[in-house]
């Protein structure tokens, strides 16, 4: 069984400030890293996905993947209220009888205080 | 685009008893997934249709779980009988595999089932 382990949390972070999200997984042959973010009693909803090692930027949120490490994280700056939720890291496997399928992290729980 | 339809929203059943969930994804999109999620936890697959065909199911336990997509549109799934353990949001969602190997999940609005 392939393996997403995530912080459970919660992570508490001030308004403003920088939030951090961590995600490792175990299937080295993994090719495309996803972060979806799920408010309380609603659906998850893409943030942003990576694929190459490096660093990708959308706006207040950064994307980060190290492939020799097994590691992604999401971090997030001027973290406000808003951004208070379940951040979800997922993983696409890299094909055969599964194409596309994604496995899901447990989620960490993020809450923002003013 | 008309999101991904799922119904009932919320579901009551005792123990033993059988209950459908119904979904109907973005229209054109190919791909279809059952996905559990019990609280606290992140979402996990049950079931990956491509089409009418099935892709990965195994992770379905099926014995008491069984899914179709029938004319590669809609989806119907179902648990006979149920468990406790069954308690969870059922998540449907779709993707469209035309546009490459990123594409997004869509995710519907789940339908949250209780066993008594």
């Known amino acids: 069984q392939k393996e997403v382990e995530q912080n459970s949390g919660p992570l508490s972070v001030p308004e403003g400030a920088i939030a951090s999200l961590n995600c490792t997984y175990s299937d080295r042959g993994s090719q495309s890293f996803f972060w979806y973010r799920q408010y309380s009693g609603k659906s998850p909803e893409l943030i942003m996905f990576i694929y190459s090692n490096g660093d990708k930027e959308d706006g207040r949120f950064t994307a980060q993947l190290n492939k020799a490490s097994q590691y992604v994280s999401l971090l997030i700056r001027d973290s406000q209220p808003s951004d208070s939720a379940t951040y979800l890291c997922?993983?696409?496997?890299?094909?055969?009888?599964?194409?596309?399928?994604?496995?899901f992290g447990q989620g960490t729980i993020l809450t923002v205080h003013p | 685009e008309a999101g991904v339809a799922q119904s009932p929203r919320y579901k009551i059943i005792e123990k033993r008893q059988s209950v459908a969930f119904w979904c109907n994804p973005i229209s054109g999109h190919a791909t279809l997934y059952w996905y559990q999620q019990i609280l606290g936890q992140g979402p996990k697959l049950l079931i990956q249709f491509q089409n009418n065909g099935v892709v990965d199911d195994s992770q379905l336990p099926k014995d008491r779980f069984s899914a179709e997509r029938l004319k590669g549109v809609d989806s119907t799934l179902k648990i006979q009988p149920a468990k406790l353990e069954d308690s969870a949001v059922y998540l449907c969602a779709s993707s469209d595999p035309a546009r490459g190997y990123n594409s997004p999940l869509h995710f519907g609005n789940g339908t949250r089932l209780t066993v008594t």
């Open positions: 997922a993983v696409k496997e890299a094909g055969g009888t599964s194409y596309g399928k994604l496995t």
